[in-house]
């Protein structure tokens, strides 16, 4: 298993882990299999998406923010960051991508982003590769 660390930035953020990931596949020395990137973490999830426009990833940040607030007079969680745990929820923990050739299989327009919903933090990331 490999630990990426990524540092976000801002409060939300969804970062392009493409990269990393693929770096962590060619170590992993695996040819064809399957790779899970897995966040360990409750307010922060994984998600695939367009890497060819900014604008869709700003476009998902603010209807993310629309569907959950980040204020809410009947929130209970006392920590203050429900939203960011709800956010994390509908992106969800892990996700799985087909290794073939040593190469990641996604689309043409996809990449894989690593999204922050309580920053700025230092994060992990989990990949294995199977
Ligand atoms: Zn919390």
Partial sequence: MKELI??????????NITREVQQAVAESGVQDGVC?????????????NENA????????????DKAV???SLYYRHGEGN????????????????????G???????QAIYFCE???PR???VWVTVT
Avoid: C, E
């Fill in 117 to 119: 919903f309580d920053g």
């Fill in 53 to 64: 426009d900014p604008d869709v990833v700003a476009d998902i940040l603010y209807a993310l």
């Fill in 69 to 71: 607030p980040w204020a």
């Fill in 82 to 101: 429900t939203a960011a745990h709800v956010k994390a929820s509908m992106m969800g923990s892990s996700t799985h991508v087909i290794v073939r050739n």
């Fill in 6 to 15: 990524v540092r976000t930035s801002q409060r939300d953020q969804f970062i």
């Fill in 103 to 109: 190469r990641l299989q996604l689309g043409t327009w």
């Fill in 36 to 48: 899970t990137v897995f966040v360990p973490h409750t307010t922060a999830g994984i998600t695939i």
């Fill in 122 to 124: 230092s994060r992990k």
